[in-house]
């Protein structure tokens, strides 16, 4: 559970990626937007790599929470479009920036941990040995990351309604199918 501080300095984090690339962001620019000194900052995170991370791993919590199951998975992964969308130029900032390898894989990693936990739910009467459902949502994740980072570089102009809804098409019952394949 994060700290005051911690959100404090997150919120004055994503205050600075409003007019600043990522890349140019210093310890200094985040604790004058907060009134917070660098010690402080060093207390809580490393470098401003460190406040990203856990920035971006906080917000998508929040997003993905309450929709780790088959049936909400899209309104979930539209939740996390909208959201970059409605945080367009800061989403910018960072992925034309020298953290979109992070932004990759911080969404990585937040993604694949909600899809696992559908393939376990999904496979919970089935018996599929771990290293089948860890590449299945290896393999999603891939995709889903892959999309959202070319729809970020067209500029966010498809609707992620739209780009929801096709995804959906490709992956109903898809899950269920290959943990099929693997089941012993």
Same mark, same amino acid.
């Given at each position: 559970?994060?700290?005051?501080?911690?959100?404090?300095?997150?919120?004055?984090?994503?205050?600075?990626?409003?007019?600043?690339?990522?890349?140019?962001?210093?310890?200094?620019?985040?604790?004058?937007?907060?009134?917070?000194?660098?010690?402080?900052?060093?207390?809580?995170?490393?470098?401003?790599?460190?406040?990203?991370?856990?920035?971006?791993?906080?917000?998508?919590?929040?997003?993905?929470?309450?929709?780790?199951?088959?049936?909400?998975?899209?309104?979930?992964?539209?939740?996390?479009?909208?959201?970059?969308?409605?945080?367009?130029?800061?989403?910018?900032?960072?992925?034309?920036?020298?953290?979109?390898?992070?932004?990759?894989?911080?969404?990585?990693?937040?993604?694949?941990?909600?899809?696992? =936990?559908?393939?376990?739910?999904?496979?919970?009467?089935?018996?599929?040995?771990?290293?089948?459902?860890?590449?299945?949502?290896?393999?999603?994740?891939? =995709?889903?990351?892959?999309?959202?980072?070319?729809?970020?570089?067209?500029?966010?102009?498809?609707?992620?309604?739209?780009?929801?809804?096709?995804?959906?098409?490709?992956?109903?019952?898809?899950?269920?199918? =290959?943990?099929?394949?693997?089941?012993?």
């Amino acid at each position: 559970m994060p700290n005051d501080t911690e959100k404090i300095l997150s919120s004055a984090l994503c205050v600075v990626l409003h007019h600043k690339n990522i890349d140019k962001i210093t310890v200094k620019d985040i604790v004058t937007e907060c009134d917070l000194t660098r010690q402080t900052f060093y207390n809580h995170f490393n470098d401003v790599y460190d406040l990203v991370e856990f920035s971006a791993g906080k917000i998508a919590k929040k997003v993905l929470d309450n929709t780790a199951n088959y049936d909400n998975w899209q309104k979930g992964f539209y939740d996390v479009m909208i959201l970059i969308k409605h945080n367009k130029k800061l989403s910018k900032n960072v992925y034309e920036s020298i953290y979109r390898d992070v932004m990759g894989k911080y969404t990585y990693e937040v993604i694949y941990n909600y899809i696992i =936990a559908i393939v376990d739910k999904q496979a919970q009467d089935m018996d599929v040995a771990q290293k089948h459902k860890d590449f299945i949502a290896h393999f999603y994740s891939l =995709a889903f990351i892959a999309i959202i980072l070319e729809w970020v570089h067209n500029d966010m102009k498809e609707d992620p309604q739209e780009i929801v809804a096709q995804i959906g098409v490709l992956v109903k019952g898809d899950f269920q199918k =290959a943990l099929k394949k693997y089941a012993k």
